[in-house]
Nanobody
Framework: QLQLVESGGGLVNPGGSLRLSCTTS????????VGWFRQAPGKEREGVSC????????YYTDSVKGRFTISRDNAKNMVYLQMNNLHAEDTGIYYC???????????????????????WGKGTLVNVSS
């Protein structure tokens, strides 16, 4: 059983940076693929970046490649999303999610999440605005 907790959201100017963090209040992330998903106002939720239990399996959606970096620190029970050069279009609620059984790759997790996801956090708001 996992209870996912996100933090690090806020208001930032275009071009600015934020680092989102995902941890657990119950359970550990070490054996779970973990993903960051976002939902912009009036839009469907989308997979932003996912990282499998094996570190070299990472996926980024095209719009964030070169700007966002996902990483995990199993010793600290944390998964991070470093977001640089933020655009207004990055505004939304960012959710951390984890599923131990369903997805064999990071790509599958980020692209096929709507078939089911074992655990979701409550989200953290990112607002990119001047």
């Amino acid at each position: 059983q996992l209870q996912l907790v996100e933090s690090g959201g806020g208001l930032v100017n275009p071009g600015g940076s934020l680092r989102l963090s995902c941890t657990t209040s119950e359970g550990t992330l070490e054996d779970y693929p973990v993903g960051w998903f976002r939902q912009a106002p009036g839009k469907e939720r989308e997979g932003v970046s996912c990282i499998h239990s094996e570190h070299h399996f990472i996926y980024y959606t095209d719009s964030v490649k070169g700007r966002f970096t996902i990483s995990r620190d199993n010793a600290k029970n944390m998964v991070y999303l470093q977001m640089n050069n933020l655009h207004a279009e990055d505004t939304g609620i960012y959710y951390c999610a984890a599923d131990q059984q369903r997805f064999s790759t990071a790509d599958n997790m980020c692209l096929m999440w709507n078939y089911g996801m074992q655990y979701w956090g409550k989200g953290t708001l990112v607002n990119v605005s001047s």
